[in-house]
C-alpha cells in the first residue's frame, strides 16, 4: 500500500469542558475532565508536528475552547506554523480584549455557535441563561476587530422552523458565512433524537427557505446546507473519507479519525503522548481500519461511487448497525436503510419529550450510544 | 455581509481578513484559504492574485500584467476583470 495523502486539516478539541449543556453535542457521552487535558506545550507540539505532516488548517474546538486560559497561545501556534485557524465556540465566555488578543495572535475565522433565533428557545435550548444575549454581543466584537464571522446552527426540530429568523439574524451581524447543521444521531443526540428529529414537512420548508437565501444572498454570504442522513438516498463523504483528509486530537491527546469515532467501541486510538502525529495517521491501526477502500463490504465494494462518498459515516453505520464496517445505512442500497427510516419517521412523529442535557451529571453509566439500534427496538417496545 | 462588492479599473484590489495566500510545500503548489473554502489557483489566476497587494489599483495590476508577459492589453483586461469579480463573489477579494 502507498503512504496516504497527507492530513488537510486537523480539528483540536481542546477541552470538553463547556458553559452550555447543548442536547445534540457531538462530544462523547464519556467526557473528558479538565485534569486529563493536553497541556500547552503539548499542544503546540502537535501543532507544529500537523503542520509539518502537510496540514493547512486548524479547527479549534471542544467543549468550549475559550474555557482554556492558554488559547492565544495555542493560537499563536498555530499562525506560526503557517496554519489558517479557525476558533468554533459558544462566545459566552469571551470578552472583547480577548477577541482582540485572539486577533492580535493571528487568528484567521470565528464561528459562533447559536441555538435559536431568540434568546427564551435558544437558552432553553442550550441549557444556558443569558447565553443568546452574550453570543449577539460576542458577534459584534468579532466583526469589531474584522475577523471574518461564521453562524454555526444545528437544526433540529424545536429550531427548525426558525430558520429564516436565523438567516436575518445573520445579515443583521455582517456575517460571512451561515453553516447550517442537522444534529446527527450519535451520542448526546442519540439519548435526545426523540426531542430532535424534525419531521418532513419541517425540513421541506426549512429547503425552500435555504434556496430562496442562496439566492437572495449570493455574493454575499456563503451558506452551506447539508440535507440530513436519514432523508438521503447516498451517505455523505464523511470526513471526505476516513483518514483521508482529517484528524481529531481529543482533549486528552487521543488521535481520531473524526471527533465521534469513540462512540464505536471496541476501537484503541492512539495518543500525541505516546507516538509521533506523522506515525498515527499513516500507520496507526485506527487510522488503517477504514482507509480508502479495500475494507469495504458490499454493496460498497462494488459502487461506482465508493471512491465518492468512502462508504459514509462509520460511526453512523455503528450506531444504527451495530458493526462500524458495515455501510452507511443512510445509503438506500444498504440493507438496513428502512431501519434509519423507521428510526426518522417514529420518532419524529411522536410527542417532544424533555432533553437530556449534556453535562457531567448525566453522563451514562455505560455508553449507551453503543448500543445498537437495531437491538433497542424489539418487540416489547 | 456590507453587500457585494463591484471592482472597476480604479479599484484598489486585496485579500480581505480571513483570507490567505500561501505557499503549500507539501504539496508544491500555492492556496487561497479562506474560512472553511480552499482554492487552489490557476497559473494565471495566481500571479494576479499576488498582486492585489492593497496598494495598486486594477489598471495598474493590468499594466504590469500585459508588460511582464508582452500580452495584448485588452485581453488581459477582459480576463483579470472577470477573475477579480468573480473572487469579489465569492468573498475571497475585497477593494
Known sequence: MTAPEPPLAILAELTHRCPLQCPYCSNPVELERARGELDTETWCRVIREAAELGALQIHISGGEPTARKDLEEIVAAASQAGLYSNLITSAVLLTEARVVALAEAGLDHVQISFQDSKAAGADRIAGYKGGHEKKLEAARWVRRAELPLTLNLVVHRQNLDHLQELFDMAVAMDAHRIEIAHVQYYGWAYENRAA???????????????????????????????????????????????????????????????????????????????????????????????????????????????????????????????????????????????????????????????????????????PKSATPVVTDRTPAE | MSGAVTITADSVPRLPRGVKLQFDKTRDNWVMQAPERLFVPDPIALEVIKRCDGTANVAAIIDDLARTFNAERAVIERDVSALLQDLANKGVMTA
Request: with cysteine; aromatic share 8%; charged share 25%.
Open chain 1, 196 to 366: 430532535l428529529l424534525p419531521s418532513r414537512a419541517q425540513l421541506d420548508r426549512a429547503t425552500e427557505v435555504v434556496e430562496a437565501m442562496r439566492e437572495k444572498l449570493k455574493g454575499r454570504m456563503a451558506i452551506d446546507y447539508v440535507v440530513p442522513d436519514y432523508y438521503a438516498r447516498r451517505p455523505k463523504a464523511c470526513m471526505g473519507g476516513w483518514a483521508r483528509r482529517f484528524l481529531n486530537i481529543s482533549p486528552a491527546g487521543k488521535v481520531l479519525p473524526c471527533h465521534a469515532a469513540e462512540t464505536i467501541t471496541g476501537m484503541a486510538f492512539d495518543s500525541v503522548l505516546e507516538r509521533p502525529l506523522a506515525d498515527i495517521w499513516r500507520n496507526s491501526e485506527a487510522f488503517e481500519r477504514f482507509r480508502g477502500t479495500d475494507w469495504m463490504p458490499e454493496p460498497c465494494r462494488s459502487c461506482e461511487r465508493k471512491e465518492i462518498d468512502w462508504g459514509g459515516c462509520r460511526c453512523q453505520a455503528f450506531a444504527i448497525t451495530g458493526e462500524a464496517a458495515n455501510t452507511d445505512p443512510a445509503c438506500e442500497l444498504s440493507p438496513h436503510h428502512q431501519v434509519l427510516l423507521d428510526l426518522a419517521g417514529a420518532e419524529s412523529g411522536t410527542a417532544t419529550p424533555d432533553f437530556v442535557y449534556r453535562n457531567y451529571r448525566n453522563i451514562p453509566e455505560a
